[in-house]
Every structure is written in C-alpha cells, then in structure tokens.
C-alpha cells in the first residue's frame, strides 16, 4: 500500500517556474514506476510525465517536454516536477500516481489528492 502527498501547487504569473512534491508513505515506494498527470476543469486527465523506479527512464508528453522535468529520490520517498515556462494552459489540478504505465493513467494503482497550479496570464 502508498499512500501519496501532493504539495507545491499555488498562483504563478505566465512564464514562471513552480516545483511540484509527491511525498510517498511505504516501504515499497523505490520498486514503483511514478507518474503525474493533470486535469482541468471540464477537460479529461492529461499525462503530464513518468519515470521509472530508478529514475533512469522518463517520459513526458509532447506540450510538456523542454519545460516540465521529472525526477525522484528513493532515499526520501519522494517524487518531483520542476515546471519551467508555465503558460496559462497548464492550469489544472496536478495528480501524482504509483504502481502504474507510463502515459496510461487507467494502470495507476495509487494516487494522490491533487493540488491546484494556477497561471495567469
């Protein structure tokens, strides 16, 4: 069992940077492939990224790859998205998944609560 902790969200003006946390509770956290993906309102989830359980693999959606950086530290538990160059359409409520596909967000077997990124324009 995982349970999963989303923390970094918050307001951010067009063109700036946030870093996202995914704080992870088990002991099993280092043998899961970990993901994020994004859902905005009235639009369906979105994969945003995902790396491998050692981190030496990473994937990233199109709009997304040379702005968003994934990355993970097995010793803490814990699993990043550095954002860079937000643009007003990455507004969206930002999910962190275990145990789950690459892209595919229906094999996330665990899942946190959210938090909400804000860009204005």
């Known amino acids: 069992q995982v349970q999963l902790v989303e923390s970094g969200g918050g307001l951010v003006q067009a063109g700036g940077s946030l870093r996202l946390s995914c704080a992870a509770s088990g002991r099993t956290f280092s043998s899961y492939a970990m993901g994020w993906f994004r859902q905005a309102p009235g639009k369906e989830r979105e994969f945003v990224a995902a790396i491998s359980w050692s981190g030496s693999s990473t994937y990233y959606a199109g709009s997304m790859k040379g702005r968003f950086t994934i990355s993970r530290d097995n010793a803490k538990n814990t699993m990043y998205l550095q954002m860079n160059s937000l643009k007003p359409e990455d507004t969206a409520i930002y999910y962190c998944?275990?145990?789950?596909?690459?892209?595919?967000?229906?094999?996330?077997?665990?899942w946190g609560q959210g938090t909400q990124v804000t860009v204005s324009s």
């Open positions: 998944a275990a145990d789950g596909v690459e892209s595919r967000w229906k094999s996330y077997n665990y």
